[in-house]
Protein backbone atom coordinates (compact mmCIF):
# COMPACT_ATOMS: atom_id res chain seq x y z
CA UNK A 1 0.00 0.00 0.00
CA UNK A 2 1.74 3.58 -0.76
CA UNK A 3 2.07 5.81 1.81
CA UNK A 4 -0.80 8.64 2.05
CA UNK A 5 -4.01 6.38 0.61
CA UNK A 6 -3.79 4.19 3.01
CA UNK A 7 -5.35 5.91 5.43
CA UNK A 8 -8.34 6.38 3.39
CA UNK A 9 -8.63 2.80 3.03
CA UNK A 10 -8.58 1.76 6.13
CA UNK A 11 -11.19 4.85 7.36
CA UNK A 12 -13.05 3.39 4.63
CA UNK A 13 -12.63 -0.49 5.46
CA UNK A 14 -13.69 0.55 9.85
CA UNK A 15 -16.90 2.23 8.69
CA UNK A 16 -17.49 -1.07 6.29
CA UNK A 17 -16.93 -2.95 10.17
CA UNK A 18 -18.45 -0.52 12.60
CA UNK A 19 -21.89 -0.70 10.60
CA UNK A 20 -22.00 -4.33 10.01
CA UNK A 21 -19.92 -5.65 12.76
CA UNK A 22 -17.85 -7.84 10.79
CA UNK A 23 -14.20 -8.17 10.43
CA UNK A 24 -11.99 -7.74 7.57
CA UNK A 25 -12.56 -11.34 5.95
CA UNK A 26 -14.19 -10.89 3.02
CA UNK A 27 -11.67 -8.22 1.72
CA UNK A 28 -9.14 -11.39 1.59
CA UNK A 29 -10.57 -12.34 -1.12
CA UNK A 30 -11.68 -9.24 -3.23
CA UNK A 31 -13.15 -10.83 -5.66
CA UNK A 32 -15.61 -12.61 -3.72
CA UNK A 33 -16.36 -9.65 -1.13
CA UNK A 34 -19.71 -7.59 -1.12
CA UNK A 35 -19.72 -5.51 -3.84
CA UNK A 36 -19.76 -2.30 -1.96
CA UNK A 37 -17.11 -3.02 0.35
CA UNK A 38 -15.27 -3.77 -3.49
CA UNK A 39 -16.68 -0.79 -4.87
CA UNK A 40 -15.21 1.34 -2.36
CA UNK A 41 -12.39 0.33 -1.39
CA UNK A 42 -11.04 -0.14 -5.59
CA UNK A 43 -12.23 3.25 -5.88
CA UNK A 44 -10.33 4.59 -3.32
CA UNK A 45 -7.04 2.56 -4.19
CA UNK A 46 -7.52 3.60 -7.88
CA UNK A 47 -7.74 7.39 -7.34
CA UNK A 48 -4.78 7.40 -4.97
CA UNK A 49 -2.95 4.85 -6.92
CA UNK A 50 -3.01 2.58 -4.01
CA UNK A 51 -2.36 -1.01 -3.27
CA UNK A 52 -4.20 -3.29 -0.81
CA UNK A 53 -3.86 -6.14 0.79
CA UNK A 54 -5.50 -7.51 3.45
CA UNK A 55 -4.37 -11.70 4.74
CA UNK A 56 -3.26 -13.06 8.04
CA UNK A 57 -3.82 -17.18 9.21
CA UNK A 58 -7.17 -17.07 9.66
CA UNK A 59 -8.65 -15.81 6.46
CA UNK A 60 -5.12 -15.82 4.80
CA UNK A 61 -2.18 -18.63 4.77
CA UNK A 62 -3.79 -21.24 6.79
CA UNK A 63 -7.56 -20.99 5.51
CA UNK A 64 -6.71 -20.91 1.79
CA UNK A 65 -2.99 -19.86 0.70
CA UNK A 66 -1.19 -23.54 2.54
CA UNK A 67 -4.05 -25.50 0.76
CA UNK A 68 -2.85 -24.12 -2.25
CA UNK A 69 0.29 -24.55 -1.96
CA UNK A 70 0.14 -28.28 -0.42
CA UNK A 71 -2.14 -28.81 -3.96
CA UNK A 72 1.22 -27.92 -6.16
CA UNK A 73 1.99 -31.25 -5.79
CA UNK A 74 -1.66 -32.64 -6.38
CA UNK A 75 -1.96 -34.46 -10.21
CA UNK A 76 -5.82 -34.92 -9.83
CA UNK A 77 -8.07 -33.44 -6.81
CA UNK A 78 -11.26 -34.87 -5.25
CA UNK A 79 -12.15 -32.59 -2.13
CA UNK A 80 -9.94 -30.02 -0.49
CA UNK A 81 -10.23 -30.08 3.20
CA UNK A 82 -9.37 -27.32 5.59
CA UNK A 83 -9.39 -27.16 8.92
CA UNK A 84 -8.61 -24.27 11.79
CA UNK A 85 -7.63 -26.52 14.96
CA UNK A 86 -6.66 -22.95 17.34
CA UNK A 87 -5.39 -22.77 20.83
CA UNK A 88 -6.90 -19.54 21.79
CA UNK A 89 -5.70 -19.72 25.37
CA UNK A 90 -3.15 -16.57 25.00
CA UNK A 91 -6.13 -14.77 22.84
CA UNK A 92 -6.90 -12.02 25.81
CA UNK A 93 -10.09 -10.22 24.16
CA UNK A 94 -13.14 -11.50 25.88
CA UNK A 95 -15.24 -10.09 23.75
CA UNK A 96 -14.30 -11.88 20.91
CA UNK A 97 -13.74 -15.11 22.40
CA UNK A 98 -16.73 -15.15 24.85
CA UNK A 99 -19.60 -12.73 22.76
CA UNK A 100 -17.97 -13.57 19.79
CA UNK A 101 -17.39 -17.65 20.34
CA UNK A 102 -19.53 -18.45 23.24
CA UNK A 103 -16.06 -19.59 25.30
CA UNK A 104 -17.24 -18.89 29.19
CA UNK A 105 -20.67 -18.65 27.88
CA UNK A 106 -23.59 -21.11 28.72
CA UNK A 107 -24.59 -22.91 25.70
CA UNK A 108 -28.02 -21.05 25.23
CA UNK A 109 -25.98 -18.17 24.55
CA UNK A 110 -26.05 -16.97 21.34
CA UNK A 111 -22.42 -15.71 20.56
CA UNK A 112 -22.05 -14.35 17.05
CA UNK A 113 -20.94 -17.02 15.77
CA UNK A 114 -24.25 -18.41 15.66
CA UNK A 115 -25.63 -15.44 13.60
CA UNK A 116 -27.33 -16.85 10.64
CA UNK A 117 -24.66 -16.19 7.75
CA UNK A 118 -21.88 -15.82 10.09
CA UNK A 119 -19.99 -18.78 9.36
CA UNK A 120 -20.56 -18.47 5.81
CA UNK A 121 -19.28 -15.35 5.60
CA UNK A 122 -16.04 -16.18 7.92
CA UNK A 123 -15.42 -19.10 5.64
CA UNK A 124 -16.85 -17.30 2.66
CA UNK A 125 -13.50 -15.77 1.35
CA UNK A 126 -10.90 -18.81 1.55
CA UNK A 127 -13.63 -20.91 -0.08
CA UNK A 128 -13.53 -18.58 -2.82
CA UNK A 129 -10.03 -17.92 -2.82
CA UNK A 130 -9.55 -21.32 -3.29
CA UNK A 131 -12.49 -22.44 -5.74
CA UNK A 132 -10.89 -19.19 -7.46
CA UNK A 133 -7.59 -20.64 -7.73
CA UNK A 134 -8.51 -23.98 -9.19
CA UNK A 135 -10.31 -22.87 -12.04
CA UNK A 136 -13.84 -23.95 -10.31
CA UNK A 137 -17.29 -21.74 -8.91
CA UNK A 138 -19.34 -22.09 -5.81
CA UNK A 139 -22.25 -23.48 -5.57
CA UNK A 140 -23.25 -23.30 -2.01
CA UNK A 141 -22.11 -22.39 1.20
CA UNK A 142 -22.98 -24.02 4.37
CA UNK A 143 -22.57 -23.67 7.94
CA UNK A 144 -23.30 -25.01 11.46
CA UNK A 145 -22.29 -24.84 15.11
CA UNK A 146 -21.33 -27.33 17.35
CA UNK A 147 -20.51 -26.29 21.15
CA UNK A 148 -19.82 -28.76 23.56
CA UNK A 149 -19.24 -27.64 27.53
CA UNK A 150 -15.90 -28.31 29.51
CA UNK A 151 -15.44 -30.61 32.05
CA UNK A 152 -13.18 -28.22 34.23
CA UNK A 153 -12.39 -25.05 35.07
CA UNK A 154 -10.25 -23.14 32.17
CA UNK A 155 -8.08 -20.78 32.78
CA UNK A 156 -7.37 -18.24 29.67
CA UNK A 157 -6.00 -15.23 29.15
CA UNK A 158 -9.56 -13.86 28.87
CA UNK A 159 -10.51 -15.01 32.35
CA UNK A 160 -11.99 -18.98 33.21
CA UNK A 161 -13.83 -21.16 30.84
CA UNK A 162 -15.78 -22.17 34.35
CA UNK A 163 -17.63 -25.81 34.43
CA UNK A 164 -21.18 -26.09 35.50
CA UNK A 165 -22.47 -29.69 36.84
CA UNK A 166 -25.93 -29.96 35.67
CA UNK B 1 -0.98 -13.19 16.67
CA UNK B 2 2.86 -12.61 15.34
CA UNK B 3 2.58 -14.69 12.43
CA UNK B 4 -0.87 -13.51 11.73
CA UNK B 5 0.65 -9.79 11.43
CA UNK B 6 3.75 -10.83 9.80
CA UNK B 7 1.69 -12.34 6.41
CA UNK B 8 0.73 -8.66 6.07
CA UNK B 9 4.27 -7.42 7.35
CA UNK B 10 6.31 -9.10 4.74
CA UNK B 11 4.10 -8.50 2.15
CA UNK B 12 4.57 -4.97 1.92
CA UNK B 13 7.68 -4.93 -0.41
CA UNK B 14 5.30 -6.85 -2.64
CA UNK B 15 2.46 -4.98 -1.71
CA UNK B 16 3.73 -1.51 -2.41
CA UNK B 17 5.65 -3.08 -6.36
CA UNK B 18 2.02 -4.12 -7.17
CA UNK B 19 -0.42 -1.99 -9.36
CA UNK B 20 -3.06 -0.04 -7.54
CA UNK B 21 -6.48 -1.78 -6.87
CA UNK B 22 -7.26 -4.29 -4.53
CA UNK B 23 -4.83 -7.55 -4.40
CA UNK B 24 -5.25 -11.34 -2.98
CA UNK B 25 -2.93 -13.94 -2.25
CA UNK B 26 -3.22 -15.19 -5.79
CA UNK B 27 -1.86 -11.77 -6.73
CA UNK B 28 1.29 -11.71 -4.85
CA UNK B 29 4.59 -14.32 -5.17
CA UNK B 30 4.98 -15.83 -2.16
CA UNK B 31 6.38 -13.15 0.06
CA UNK B 32 9.70 -14.43 1.95
CA UNK B 33 10.95 -12.32 5.15
CA UNK B 34 13.86 -10.80 3.21
CA UNK B 35 15.50 -9.54 5.96
CA UNK B 36 14.53 -12.09 8.83
CA UNK B 37 17.21 -13.96 9.34
CA UNK B 38 19.65 -12.33 12.36
CA UNK B 39 22.86 -11.69 11.30
CA UNK B 40 24.66 -14.32 13.51
CA UNK B 41 22.34 -17.15 11.80
CA UNK B 42 23.84 -16.37 8.50
CA UNK B 43 25.40 -19.26 7.05
CA UNK B 44 28.74 -18.38 6.05
CA UNK B 45 29.22 -18.11 2.74
Redesign the interface.
Known amino acids: ?2 SGVGRTLTSLECGCIRRRRWGATP ?5 AAPSAW ?1 DQ ?2 SA ?2 S ?10 FP ?2 GS ?2 LA ?1 VLATQSKAIRTVKVSEIALND ?2 PVADVMMDGMGFGRPLDFEPMLSTPGFIEMAWGAPIH ?1 IA ?2 LGIGVRQIRGSLDRRPTHRDVDVAFGTVRFEAR | MTATAMRVVNAIPYVVESPSGLLSSLDLPITLPRHALEPGDRAAT
Do not use: T
Not at chain 1, 48 to 57: D, H, P, R, W
Open positions: MRVSSPARLEAQGKASFYASGIGFDQLHYLHA
